[in-house]
């Protein structure tokens, strides 16, 4: 097990990855489960797989577990659920004192921590990633938000877990192709600051993925302490350090957007194709070789992954996708930040970019 340290100033918390967590979850939460009753939110699909492992580890401890089980899928994450889990967790009597458990992917640990960092002005939770994007990016760094009708993460709050216990064995369970949207995330951490790690992923990427233990271990533990290295200089994204965790996510959101963060496009292959187009736009600019940004694509084909715009067989303008990322929430007195890169392994912050030559760039990608 390897066990990383997200030194957050006066709210350090442990990230523990490795097999079997789930089953021993009261042993690792020791300290943190007061009382008998633990809240634990979830969704359908994750409880029928993990359901009954966190109830046997919480039940054989001493312990009575209180489920809220939610629809599976992006659009949970929505007003209506908030309220509802609010409600839910008052009527269970939720002291701030207590930790709330988000077993799941990003869409519950993302709404159960909102909730969290608002019933009773703050109360703990511990997150339960069982997907491999949540394990190493959505679980770690404090993010909580739900989408509203103007666009995604628009509301939410910096509220940091208690915990990650971050289980490799879920993420046998996982069906392929969120097995590789995760994967997607792996690869960032590669892209925006460690050109070795990108290669170590060219290398290796198909191992991850087929379920190689050691290699599934580095892979996550690694993008972890990327991130609370990152995290730690920069928790709430005020010096732009934290804003290059976003590389690929404004041309992602887009396109999520324009597919009503429908099943049609997971968030990962979102972001997959987003870091294509970063690459491809900053290599139009003249700040990367082209070949570059062809290796990029490259590695996602070859762990066959969609990383071409032209893939998703969309039917809009650049234009259209230009008008989405208007409700970024990253626009600053009018003008949107990109996370464009100087090279594998040298994302940086522009905030000089031309929407309208955006648009064009976005028309030739479709064209392709």
């Known amino acids: 097990m390897a066990v990383i340290p997200v030194n957050i100033a006066g709210r350090p918390y442990d990230v523990r990855v490795g097999a079997g967590l789930l089953a021993d979850l009261v042993e690792h939460c020791r ?104 394990q190493v990016d959505s679980s770690v760094g404090g993010k909580t938000a739900i989408n ?35 994967y997607a995330e792996v690869v960032k951490y590669g892209l925006i600051g460690d050109a070795v790690f990108f290669a170590w992923c060219e290398e290796n990427g198909k191992d991850v993925l087929a379920g190689d233990p050691g ?13 609370a290295r990152i995290v730690a200089q920069d928790e709430r994204e005020t010096s732009g350090t934290r804003a290059l965790l976003n590389l690929g996510h404004t041309f992602g959101h887009a396109l999520e957007a324009e597919n009503g963060y429908s099943g049609e496009l997971l968030h990962g292959e979102a972001v997959a194709i987003g870091m294509v187009l970063a690459a ?32 998703l067989g969309l039917s809009c303008k650049g234009e259209a996708l230009v008008s989405h990322m208007l409700h970024d929430k990253k626009m600053d007195a009018g003008t949107l930040p990109f996370i464009l890169m100087k090279g594998i392994g040298a994302a940086y912050l522009d905030s000089e970019v031309a929407l309208a030559d955006v648009a064009v760039f976005l028309d030739e990608e479709l064209a392709r």
């Open 280 to 311: 491809r736009y900053s290599a139009r600019l003249g700040h990367m070789p082209r070949v570059s940004a062809d290796r990029i694509a490259s590695h996602f084909a070859n762990v066959a992954m969609r990383g071409e715009i032209s893939q």
């Open 31 to 134: 300290g943190k489960l007061r009382k008998r009753e633990v809240p634990i939110i979830t969704d359908r699909n994750v409880h029928a797989a993990w359901g009954e492992t966190v109830e046997a580890a919480l039940r054989d401890n001493g312990h009575m577990p209180l489920w809220r089980i939610l629809p599976p899928g992006e659009k949970t994450k929505n007003w209506d659920e908030l309220a509802k889990t609010v409600d839910w967790l008052l009527a269970s009597e939720v002291e701030r004192g207590d930790h709330i458990l988000a077993l799941g992917g990003g869409v519950i640990g993302d709404l159960t921590g909102l909730a969290a960092a608002i019933v009773k002005r703050g109360c703990n939770f511990i997150q339960l990633p069982t997907t491999l994007l949540a």
């Open 215 to 227: 290699k599934r271990e580095y892979a996550v533990s690694h993008s972890v302490a990327a991130k």
């Open 148 to 182: 509203t009708s103007a666009g995604k993460n628009l509301v939410g709050a910096f509220h940091q877990p208690s915990l990650v216990l971050a289980d490799l064995a879920v993420l046998d369970t996982l069906p392929e192709r969120e097995l590789l949207a995760g």
